[in-house]
């Protein structure tokens, strides 16, 4: 059981916006900033969001993040067959004293 | 170009022990937060270890406290793992991220295409 709770899945058709949610704790999410990443089908995990809401040089702008005291949401708009992988948060745990992740998200475009 | 090297994995035997490297390049090494993450398969990602840019903050994973030792020599570029009393549970692909700064985060800007590492007799 993760720290950060994600629904296990979420689906979309192309063209469509989805919303992929991740909750936590005020000893995580609510204290600290929150991160997303992408892993595509057999690949490294890739930084989407850092942050909350900022986007690494060459993300596109269909991805959105946002915080609202202990849940954050990745947005992603104008779906695409290739944004069918797994999305997983992340934020630092204070009562931990390192780093946690959710569970993860597998996105399928319908 | 950043990039991340993994190295040192493979199969051992429960109990047994193993170290991985990290060979970095395209940056300041000295310069960034490093971490160590392992995805088992079929499973999500967890975070095993982090170590600051002069070493001075280390951070682990409950998991793996007491067993791992996580280290870096910046004038190697090269971060490093020491896994001993290797167990089952252990089994995993590790990761070589960077941080995004200087101290310890959950930003991991950049990350290496893993080592496979098996425990299993």
């Known amino acids: 059981q993760s720290v950060l709770t994600q629904s296990p899945s979420a689906s979309g058709t192309p063209g469509q916006r989805v919303t992929i949610s991740c909750s936590g704790s005020s000893s995580n999410i609510g204290s600290n900033t929150v991160n997303w990443y992408q892993q595509l089908p057999g690949t490294a995990p890739k930084l989407l969001i850092y942050s909350n809401n900022q986007r690494p040089s060459g993300v596109p702008d269909r991805f959105s993040g946002s915080k609202s005291g202990t849940s954050a949401s990745l947005a992603i708009s104008g779906l695409q067959s290739e944004d069918e992988a797994d999305y997983y948060c992340?934020?630092?745990?204070?009562?931990?004293?390192?780093?946690?992740f959710g569970g993860g998200t597998r996105l399928t475009v319908l | 170009e950043v990039q991340l090297v993994e190295s040192g994995g493979g199969l051992v035997k429960p109990g047994g022990s193993l170290r991985l490297s990290c060979a970095a390049s395209g940056f300041t090494f000295s310069s960034y937060s490093m971490n160590w993450v392992r995805q088992a398969p079929g499973k999500g990602l967890e975070w095993v270890s982090s170590i600051s840019s002069s070493s001075s903050y280390i951070y682990y994973a409950d998991s793996v406290k007491g067993r791992f030792t996580i280290s870096r020599d910046n004038a190697k570029n090269s971060l490093y793992l020491q896994m001993n009393s290797l167990r089952a549970e252990d089994t995993a692909v590790y990761y070589c991220a960077r941080g995004g700064g200087d101290y310890v985060s959950a930003t991991f800007d950049y990350w290496g295409q893993g080592t496979l590492v098996t425990v299993s007799s």
């Open positions: 992340a934020a630092w745990y204070d009562s931990l004293n390192g780093p946690v």
